[in-house]
């Protein structure tokens, strides 16, 4: 089994490298190779079963991906992106590397009959917007109301159609937004969703930028790395017609990730939260979906978190 992963060097990216090198096999054959393709160097594991290289490249470019593709792998993981916030200051990156790009992988296996090479693709709850009803599901329209939400709808379609005709066997997976992130706080709007568990349970001051009743659609980003080696698993004539579904997170508000937060860490680790209205993230993440129906993922055999607690305990585990 050779499989590809594009944003390799990302946060998923080094989570799925791990896992699949831990699980050694997909799709029940041994796994043999793994090229990791980033604009960043990857980092190489060791592993003497199983070939690892890093190819550090700009998916952009015309024909980046050509030798890649010449070694035709069964499975193609596509991580790399520019994310939100980026893609709306800069259209023509955003364009580029999140939809130009995508429709050249998918030409390039076009060109080499990887009909049945499995692509899975890392959508987003950003492909959905506008007046959305209180509970979504799959058949909810999508109107995204960002570039990179408008960027990662176009690739849905475009893969959907490309599996429709037989071109190769996509596979897309809408991720809710994912907590507890490790590490530092970020740029994006939904950093503070992790930032209000992580932070004090590390000792430090997170602030609160939302009204408390705010909901959110969450995973962890175990379960995400699990959907991920599911997706490459999940029989192609199962996910028709149309290849693209949200992943079962789970529906949480602020008022619950504090109360988990006063549970797990104690009244001294509440006490770090300050909280400190910000207009601008309020105006952003009031537009994001927070109730779904999931029961297709499910169907299909995707798990997700059973609760924030759960959540929490992984997190826990993992720093320690
Ligand atoms: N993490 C989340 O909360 C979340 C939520 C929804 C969707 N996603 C999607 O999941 C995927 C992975 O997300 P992540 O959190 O690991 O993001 P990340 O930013 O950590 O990783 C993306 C990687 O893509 C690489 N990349 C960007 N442009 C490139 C280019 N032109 N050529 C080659 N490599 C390039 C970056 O160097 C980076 O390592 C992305 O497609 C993202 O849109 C993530």
């Not at 970020?186 to 932070?199: G, Q, Y």
């Not at 599911?230 to 508000?253: C, D, K, N, Q």
């Not at 129906?293 to 826990?316: C, K, T, Y």
Request: proline residues 6%; contains cysteine; glycine residues 8%.
């Amino acid at each position: 089994m050779h499989i590809v992963i594009t944003g390799a060097a990302g946060f998923l990216g080094q989570r799925l490298v791990a896992r699949l090198l831990a699980r050694g096999e997909l799709k029940g054959q041994p796994l043999h190779r793994l090229t990791l393709v980033d604009q960043v160097e990857p980092e190489l594991p060791f592993s003497d079963a199983v070939e690892v290289e890093g190819l550090a490249l700009d998916i952009a470019e015309p024909g980046a991906l050509d030798e890649v593709l010449d070694a035709r792998p069964q499975v193609i993981y596509h991580l790399a992106a520019v994310v939100s916030s980026a893609a709306e200051e800069d259209l023509d990156l955003g364009m580029e590397v999140n939809f130009d790009a995508t429709r050249a992988l998918l030409d390039g296996c076009r060109e080499r009959g990887l009909a049945t090479t499995r692509l899975v693709m890392a959508s987003s709850v950003a492909a959905y917007g506008g007046d959305l009803p209180a509970v979504l599901d799959d058949m909810t329209a999508l109107q995204p109301q960002n570039s990179y939400g408008t960027q990662k709808a176009m690739c849905e379609l475009l893969i959907n159609d490309y599996s429709r005709r037989g071109l190769v066997d996509g596979c897309v997976l809408r991720l809710p937004t994912i907590i507890v992130r490790p590490g530092r706080p970020n740029a994006a709007a939904s950093s503070f969703a992790s930032s209000l568990l992580r932070e004090p349970l590390n000792g430090e001051e997170a602030v609160c930028p939302v009204a408390a009743e705010l909901a959110l659609f969450v995973m962890s980003p175990g379960k995400v790395i699990e959907a991920l080696v599911h997706g490459a698993e999940v029989p192609g004539e199962a996910l028709a017609p149309f290849r693209a579904f949200m992943l079962p997170g789970i529906t949480v508000s602020v008022a619950e990730m504090l109360e988990t937060l006063r549970r797990v860490g104690g009244e001294q680790a509440l006490a770090l939260v300050r909280h400190e209205r910000d207009p601008r993230i309020e105006a952003i993440v009031a537009g994001w979906p927070a109730r779904f129906d999931s029961r297709r993922a499910r169907a299909l055999g995707f798990g997700g978190d059973r609760d924030l607690d759960e959540i929490v305990q992984a997190f826990l585990r993992e720093r320690a």
